[in-house]
């Protein structure tokens, strides 16, 4: 019995790119001639979604504006075995593609990610390098592992991962929403240097350094809650806690030598504050059970689905 060819989609969200998308299309054409090439236009108010279609990209587009928006659109509606996501800045090597694809599927792995090596200087602005160092080591101390760039924008990815993966977030936090479903999950993943560019003259970053790196930011806050509720919430439990008796030790002795509670706003404070430490630290229980059904169903929708095949 014959095995039916590989499907390889190359998924490219856009959001005013003209001056590159052109580019990224003929460069993933080049580098994957059998695959499909699918831009996705966000609301741009150029010629890009035109531009892509002249360059030989089926396009389709996103209403709702942000990147995470995008990706939810395009992992809904495109079938295939294997999934390229790159974005259409022209800043993504393309040749890497071929040799980040083999890697998933030599290793049976779901996720490759293009780790970024900056080709020039303007390719990685210093304040976008220090925001991703920083997120990756807070992330790596949250999840227990760690990549060592999860705000790369190029991706490999297997079917079983991106039919399983529930996108919650709009915009470019997107990227680590990615990362910490592979760790929560334990997925198997990898990383591969490939070339980082110059954006192309005419093409704009659409990233505010302090903007989105404290949505990022927010976005591992809100993953750590909902994943880690234990320990999320048992450390609020333990500084309260530790609060409450600071404030009642003095009190306590006070009372023990003298018979008297000298200080009694103080002490319904303290006592306060330590039921809503136990009461957080209940949460957390609870939660914790809840998180780990949530857990088994996301794995459960994952194992249904084949795993990564070769040709």
């Not at 990706?71 to 090597?93: H, I, K």
Request: glycine share 6%; with cysteine; proline share 5%.
């Amino acid at each position: 019995m014959t095995t039916p060819a590989l499907r390889v989609a190359v998924l490219v969200p856009c959001f005013n790119e003209e001056a590159a998308v052109a580019t990224v299309v003929a460069d993933f054409r080049k580098a994957l001639p059998d695959a499909s090439v699918y831009v996705y236009d966000n609301n741009s108010k150029d010629r890009t979604a035109e531009v892509a279609r002249a360059a030989g990209a089926e396009v389709r587009s996103e209403r709702r504006q942000g990147k995470g928006n995008v990706v939810r659109r395009m992992f809904a509606d495109v079938e295939a075995d294997v999934y390229v996501l790159v974005d259409g800045d022209a800043t993504y090597d393309a040749p890497s593609a071929p040799r980040m694809i083999e890697t998933l599927l030599a290793g049976r792995l779901d996720m490759v990610v293009g780790l970024r090596v900056d080709q020039s200087v303007a390719a990685y602005r210093p304040g976008h390098r220090t925001g991703n160092w920083m997120l990756t080591n807070f992330l790596s101390s949250v999840f227990g592992q760690t990549f060592t760039d999860i705000l790369s924008g190029y991706r490999v990815f297997s079917r079983r991962f991106v039919k399983s993966f529930p996108v919650l977030s709009d915009g470019f936090e997107i990227e680590t929403e990615l990362t910490v479903h592979a760790l929560e999950l334990s997925l198997p993943v990898a990383e591969i240097e490939t070339p980082y560019y110059a954006r192309p003259e005419g093409s704009v970053s659409k990233l505010n350094t302090w903007r989105d790196g404290f949505r990022i930011l927010g976005t591992i806050l809100k993953l750590y809650r909902s994943e880690k509720p234990l320990r999320f919430f048992a450390t609020i439990g333990i500084f309260l806690a530790l609060v409450s008796i600071g404030l009642a030790v003095p009190i306590v002795i006070t009372f023990i030598e003298e018979g008297v509670v000298p200080r009694l706003p103080t002490a319904v404070l303290s006592t306060g504050l330590m039921i809503v430490a136990v009461l957080a630290v209940s949460a957390g229980l609870v939660l914790d059970t809840v998180t780990r059904g949530r857990r088994e169903m996301k794995l459960l929708a994952y194992l249904s689905q084949p795993a990564p095949r070769r040709d």
